[in-house]
């Protein structure tokens, strides 16, 4: 039961009908609960008569204060006599929806309110952050930070507020006359006092704190905004590194503020939790914590409360995932496949618990989170997520653990997928830095992880990014690439020499370098450029593919699938199967015959070498004729005279030889179509996948129907397709 309810059930407030306005009972006083502001102070109020125990009469509301010559009002006042005459402590409640500046201004307003009221405490909260303060009995009343404020009946404060096993700070069935029943914790000094277990928040919280605390490192242009998402990044491992790190019932948490603690104390104190980090995933965490100790204290604030690592796991993907696409969108928006087009994906694959996964692009991690969850409600078939939790966790947590791969160029935007996966309950997921076209020696190399290795992987998901190129004076492993090379005339008249391409765009690479990582059998989804498919110039890729790969689906998303993330390209989603070797090999024999046939059939070589010396002799008699009529003209004055006329038979002879070759070529695809081996494709557009343009949701998803569909042709296949 939460506060709100426990707060009615017991006479505390109450509600009108349509819940538009709250009433405090004991003072009668009603207010506008649409008020961002009052559901915050109605939280606060609850807090402390039913989870610090103070009696509901020592309390009131919305308190005039004298501040010299103007009268202010402050939230909520706690006095220490039933008479409300000694303040004790002073509350200011302010909306959820607040940067650190204003929230700080709030800070420096409650503390002015607790000086003039000779209140002894002071707390700021705006739900999402809570500040707590001693004021000092003698002058200078200079600010004491302190852990919190103190529960009623007791008069020291203990030196930290969160422990393991601590009460929780929602268990509103307790009466309040009864705190000082619940199991009690002695410190080093004496001092007993009712701790607080970490907290368990909603999607929608935990957004807030994401993004807040975000913009507060960020301070409006002060350090960038990816700097700031990458040193909070790293703020948010060591906070879920430090909740699970063992600890007895008791036992303070170290990612929080201790009393009498500098701020350099506790940046030592977190320093130490990342270094576990660093020697976890060294190929992620590579770089250590550059924040000021002030800037760590800001986040500690943010994050001390909550419980990252039992937050429910969908609110906190969806919570990072909401976050990161706040800011992210506009620098990193090609790391971002829409989660719809992801789904749609994963569930169409077989993707099993014993599955190796790989993304060849990884960005933030959505295929492989989705492939986690797929093989997490898997292992509610066998298990009870209750009963049988240990086998139930190891079935979904050793494939996390071992079989689940992500490649990211970027360190930054690799570390985000690490810590993506962290968030969603795994810390050991595969993901390293490096480009994903390097062979996979050198990636072994460079990441230290010897499971990327080629012809090893059951699926790879992926979105390779898209229009860029990779050219041969760049990076020199187009040598590596049969489609870094060009592509072989089988038309050409004269034995030629074929080299490297100048360049080749990265998604026509990966499209090989998937096929290098796969099993024979494996399967890749990939989402690519319509233009691959379409353009007369991919043509030689198209080729490249029917030999690699059984192709398995081409699944049309519409022109506005990217564009809420900035990309405009219209794409596709590609479905292939990876041939055996003896398949391909068979396929590229079938198709060098098909293609001698094919000159032979037509006479093709004879035809075009006739071709080429009536050419010689058209332009040798142009030359005759021209020195006939111009006698005493030079070799040079001749070719002049004849050039247009020359080009004309040039031109004449290559459109001849252009319309054999086109012939030639329609004849060949014809053959082909009869001559290799015949097999259904699965061809499908989807116009609306879930949401529009903007991005905003249209509440209709063909992909899902379609997902079923496809999910049932690979089932066909893999059972029918030996």
Not at 34 to 47: G, M
Not at 233 to 259: M, S
Not at 500 to 516: A, I, K
Not at 545 to 559: C, G, H, K
């Amino acid at each position: 039961m939460n506060l709100i309810d426990t707060g009615i059930e017991k006479g505390l407030i109450r509600f009108d009908e349509d819940q538009n306005f709250i009433t405090y009972v004991q003072q009668n006083k009603k207010r506008n609960y649409n008020n961002p502001e009052e559901k915050v102070q109605a939280e606060t109020f609850l807090t402390l008569v039913l989870i610090y125990g103070y009696p509901e009469h020592r309390i009131k509301q919305f308190l005039s204060v004298q501040m010299g010559a103007e009268t202010k009002e402050a939230d909520i006042a706690v006095y220490s006599d039933d008479a409300c005459e000694e303040t004790y402590i002073l509350v200011e409640c302010k909306k959820e929806d607040l940067t650190d500046q204003q929230f700080n201004m709030a800070v420096d307003q409650a503390y002015s309110y607790a000086v003039a009221e000779g209140a002894k405490y002071v707390w700021t909260t705006s739900r999402i952050k809570n500040q707590y303060y001693e004021v000092p009995l003698q002058k200078p009343k200079s600010r004491i930070e302190i852990p919190d404020i103190p529960q009623f009946g007791i008069n020291k404060l203990a030196p930290y507020k969160y422990v393991k096993g601590g009460i929780s700070q929602i268990n509103t069935d307790l009466e309040p006359k009864n705190i000082a029943s619940e199991p009690e914790f002695t410190n080093a000094s004496g001092v007993k006092q009712k701790f607080f277990e970490l907290q368990v928040v909603s999607e929608n919280e935990l957004t807030k704190i994401f993004i807040q605390s975000h913009q507060a490192l960020w301070g409006g242009g002060q350090r960038n905004p990816s700097v700031a998402f990458d040193e909070l990044d790293k703020l948010i491992f060591c906070k879920i590194w430090d909740e699970k790190h063992p600890r007895k019932n008791g036992d303070p948490y170290d990612f929080q503020i201790f009393r009498d603690e500098d701020p350099e104390d506790l940046l030592k104190r977190i320093k130490k939790i990342y270094a576990v980090g660093e020697k976890e995933a060294p190929e992620v965490f590579k770089d250590g914590i550059t924040l000021t100790a002030q800037e760590t204290l800001t986040i500690v604030k943010y994050f001390q409360r909550i419980n990252l690592n039992k937050t429910d796991l969908d609110s906190k993907g969806k919570a990072f995932e909401t976050f990161m696409g706040s800011y992210f969108r506009g620098d990193f928006g090609q790391y971002f496949t829409p989660r719809p087009i992801v789904k749609f994906i994963v569930d169409s694959l077989p993707i099993m618990h014993k599955s190796r996964v790989l993304d060849t692009s990884c960005g933030s991690g959505g295929f492989l989170l989705y492939a986690l969850d797929k093989v997490r409600e898997q292992a509610n078939e066998f298990y009870d997520p209750i009963k049988d939790e240990k086998d139930h966790y190891k079935y979904w947590h050793d494939f996390a653990e071992k079989n689940l791969f992500g490649i990211e160029i970027n360190d930054q935007i690799a570390r985000t997928a690490k810590m993506n996966m962290i968030i969603h309950d795994d810390g050991h997921t595969n993901v390293i830095a490096s480009d994903g076209l390097l062979s996979d020696t050198e990636m072994q190399v460079k990441s230290g992880n010897k499971e990327f290795k080629y012809n090893s992987f059951d699926f790879i998901i992926t979105n390779p990014p898209f229009g860029s190129s990779i050219k041969q004076t760049e990076k020199a492993y187009l040598h590596q690439y049969n489609l870094g090379k060009k592509d072989e005339d089988w038309l050409a008249t004269k034995s030629l020499k074929y080299g490297l391409r100048d360049s080749q765009s990265t998604e026509v690479l990966f499209l090989e370098q998937c096929h290098n990582f796969l099993i024979e059998h494996g399967y890749l989804a990939v989402v690519i450029p319509d233009g691959i498919l379409t353009n007369s110039s991919m043509q030689y890729v198209r080729d490249n593919l029917e030999e690699m790969y059984r192709i398995v689906a081409v699944v049309s998303m519409p022109q506005t699938a990217f564009s809420a993330t900035g990309a405009g390209v219209k794409s596709s989603v590609l479905f292939l199967r990876k041939h055996k070797d003896k398949q391909t090999e068979k396929i590229s024999n079938q198709k060098a015959k098909l293609k001698e046939q094919v000159k032979t059939d037509n006479n093709y070589i004879a035809t075009v070498e006739k071709w080429e010396k009536e050419k010689a002799n058209a332009i040798k008699k142009l030359e005759a004729d021209a020195k006939a009529k111009n006698p005493k003209a030079n070799k040079k004055e001749i070719t002049e005279i004849i050039q247009a006329d020359k080009s004309a038979v040039q031109s004449a002879f290559t459109d001849k030889v252009n319309l054999l070759k086109e012939e030639l070529t329609e004849n060949y695809f014809l053959a082909k179509q009869t001559a290799l081996d015949d097999y259904p494709i699965f061809m499908a557009i989807a116009e609306d996948i879930g949401y529009d343009a903007t991005g905003r949701s249209t509440n209709n998803n063909e992909l899902t129907e379609i997902g079923v569909a496809l999910s049932d042709f690979i089932a066909h296949i893999n059972k029918t397709e030996k």
